[in-house]
């Protein structure tokens, strides 16, 4: 696989985890293969893209957001690409914090030790919340979820949000180091949505 293609994985990426937010903030659910996928990807200490996601089904909901973003226009869009805009320039200041990136690096590996829940179960949702909040939850602006506040105000409902967030900031970090550039979501479109398609089917 290519470093464009690589690149377009990392980016579907970033909006899945975009997507799985708004779903959530909206409607207190989100679609459940692909929020695996997503949380699996914070423990996956693979830098391959390709090998954190193995199948086109586990980027979905990306592959369906990067769609809807470049074709259709739809407003349901607009929240997911407000989110993912806001991961990225917070990621640009995570990288100039290396004790945050430490924070992360180390709780990330305790919970990858533990043998007693697996990454989805609540539990270690609300880890990853509390170490999202206590890391990237510090740095300005912070990002602004909108939904239904009967959601919002659901603690595990605002856990799973903010590790989805987190699993948003991976994917960032995956897309950048393939090249990934913010100028790409504007000029690189048609080339894009090549690769959605043709990684998608």
Known sequence: MNKTAKQTLALASIFQSTALVHQLASTGQCDSHTNRASLNSIVNESDSVDEIFTSPEDLKIGFDSLRFLFEKKSIDMHNVMLYATALINLEKKLMKKPDLLNQISNEISLIN??????????????????????????????????????????????????????????????????????????LNKKKTLQYVKSLAN
Do not use: C
């Open 113 to 186: 030790k533990q043998e007693f829940f697996d990454i989805h179960h609540s539990n270690s949702i609300a880890r990853l919340a509390e170490l999202y909040k206590n890391t990237l939850g510090s740095l300005n602006p912070t990002i602004m979820v909108r939904g239904e506040q009967i959601y919002l105000t659901n603690r595990h409902t605002a856990n799973h949000i903010r590790a989805l967030l987190l699993a948003g900031i991976r994917a960032v970090s995956l897309w950048k180091s393939q090249g990934g550039k913010t100028w790409h979501l504007l």
